[in-house]
């Protein structure tokens, strides 16, 4: 089984900052690795998809790279809407794993 | 587009068995381009993939949950289908059904979720 560690766990950052989640895979994703959003008391939703890919209706400032066992999830400025929880996911031998999520805070 | 509704008891007593039902509107559950799964997430707790199924018949659960797990479809209400049985309190979650693209390896839509809580 495939694990995603999360970083931070908290994120204290202020409207109009920029924010860098981190997510870590215990074996090389090869770009196969998506980012949810979840508000309070929401569902997830799908952010980005295949490392980088934004989903339909998602806005340009969330950003999505990285590579292998490393990738990033990027708000280049961020909203009062965007403070959320943010969780990382892959699939592999039809096993799908999420991290343990980053809850991005108001400061 | 494409959209989940689940529906299911809320309540559910220890050693019995959970069943919950996902309704899908916009598409067909007979679409061999999606697998069709559940995700739970307990209280205060992270995501947990249970299981999907393909094409009406082929069906992969997660190893930890395998043994009580059973994912169905039934194709005249348009619906997939939950059970899980000898729950036990570990098992009180918000219940998701979501979607997976055939060729993709991402859940692409989510069902707003119910919570179930297994108590006597």
């Given amino acids: 089984e495939i694990v ?3 970083s931070p766990a908290t ?3 202020s409207p109009g900052e920029r924010a860098t989640l981190s997510c870590r895979a215990s074996q090389s994703l090869y770009n196969s690795l998506a980012w949810h959003q979840q508000k309070p008391g929401q569902a997830p939703r799908l952010l980005i998809y295949d490392a980088s890919k934004r989903a339909t209706g998602i806005p340009a400032r969330f950003s999505g790279s990285g590579s292998g066992t490393d990738y990033t999830l990027t708000i280049s400025s961020l909203e009062p809407e ?9 699939r592999s031998n039809w096993l799908i794993t ?3 999520g980053t809850r991005l805070e108001i400061k | 587009q494409l959209q989940l509704q689940e529906s299911g008891p809320g309540l559910v007593k220890p050693s ?10 916009g598409g067909s559950i007979t679409s061999s381009t999606y697998y069709w799964g559940w995700i739970r997430q307990p209280p205060g707790q992270g995501l947990e993939w249970i299981g999907c199924i393909y094409y009406g018949d082929t069906t992969y659960y997660n190893p930890s949950l395998k043994s ?3 994912i169905s479809v039934d194709t005249s ?5 939950l059970r899980l049985t000898s729950v036990t309190a570990a098992d009180t979650a918000v219940y998701y059904c979501a979607l997976r693209p055939l060729f993709g390896n991402y859940v692409d839509v989510w069902g707003k979720g119910t919570t179930v809580t ?3």
């Fill in chain 1, 4 to 6: 995603l560690t999360q």
């Fill in chain 2, 77 to 81: 209400k348009n619906q997939f289908s």
């Fill in chain 1, 98 to 100: 999420f991290g343990q």
């Fill in chain 2, 118 to 120: 297994v108590s006597s």
């Fill in chain 2, 68 to 70: 009580r797990v059973t």
């Fill in chain 2, 16 to 25: 019995e068995t959970l069943s919950l039902t996902c309704t899908v509107s």
């Fill in chain 1, 82 to 90: 965007d403070f959320a929880v943010y969780y990382c996911q892959q």
């Fill in chain 1, 11 to 13: 994120l204290s950052l």
